[in-house]
């Protein structure tokens, strides 16, 4: 259900994944990298020092790996960028990407929002789950689910396959909250398509 690789053929023990199809929110997840190295130093360089060129790139890299694996979006009905806060300093990071994924898909072969228009956007600040414990980031995931709003027709979500666009893909705690609202609002599917796959350990 993810596109990461486990070593040594142990099993992947992320809490999350492992919950039986009926109680996980999304069905799979992908990432176009693992979060090290160089990736995890540009992520960190939008993210935190809001080098808005990164989005950019970011964008392009979304696109181009949507380009390349054309059978797992071919019955995408929607691209949802995980929203930040407008407030967020010193940029609103997923929405500068998705942003850029737009303009760079130039055929207009996939189903993104339109550059300013989020279809899913956050209405107040929550507590950031970086560096938290599991249980602080399963707490900070669902208080940030209650903060999303759908600014599009809400038939929009119903039956469709969404795919949440998000920069890193730690515990699966916050795709599971948002993938959870999701269904409760009539999607028949929620994946997630990250920059980056942090390597579970348990």
Known sequence: MCSQTVLDGRA??????????????????DAVAMFSGALRDKIHR?????????????????????ETHPELMADVDLVVGNPSHPRRT??????????????????????????????????????????RTLDEKRYAAAVHARTLRWTADPDMIKGSTIVIVDDVFTSGTQLQQIA???????AAEVRGLVLARVPWSG
């Open 12 to 29: 992947c023990t992320n809490k999350v994944c492992a919950l039986p199809v009926s109680q996980r929110g999304f069905t799979r997840v």
């Open 46 to 66: 939008l993210k935190y020092d809001g080098k808005t060129g990164w989005a950019l790139i970011f964008g392009r890299l979304l696109v181009g790996w949507m």
């Open 90 to 131: 010193p940029v609103q990071h997923i929405e500068a990407i998705m942003d850029a994924a737009y303009t760079e898909d130039v055929r207009r072969q996939f189903p993104l929002s339109e550059p300013g228009a989020p279809l899913l956007i956050k209405t107040a600040e929550t507590p950031r789950s970086a560096t």
């Open 180 to 186: 959870l609202l999701l269904r409760a609002y009539g």
